[in-house]
């Protein structure tokens, strides 16, 4: 039983450290920052499309207020800008792990709303 749990808690070990490494590994940062850059790109041309179907409502209040107030225009290159400035203090933080946790559900949540956009 003892070798049983041994092996058990080695094996969970290796999934932890491999998770790890992974997470550590600045070019997993770097893909997952271009891919949330690519990925807002997408929600910032379908959301303004959406928006003048009607098929949708900007959920982030002060967005809609841009793009209510300051039209179209404004309402991309702001949505494009803030993100930048969001990705490169994230990368700024790259050599913090909590950046690097924080980085993949920030990854997953842009590509779902792009997928969203384009599939939806």
Known sequence: MATVM?????????????IYQA???D?????????VFIFNIIDAIFTPIWLRLELAKEAN???????????????VVVKIFVCSIALYILWQLKDRMLAKIMIVPISLLY??????????
Request: glycine share 6%.
């Open 6 to 18: 041994t092996a058990m808690r080695s094996r969970e070990s290796t999934v932890r450290g491999s």
């Open 23 to 25: 997470l550590a590994n």
């Open 27 to 35: 070019s997993f940062f770097l893909i997952n920052i271009v891919l």
């Open 61 to 75: 209040p002060i967005m809609d207020w841009i793009y209510l107030n300051w039209g179209e225009t404004s309402f």
């Open 111 to 120: 590509a779902i709303i792009a997928a969203l956009h384009v599939w939806g």
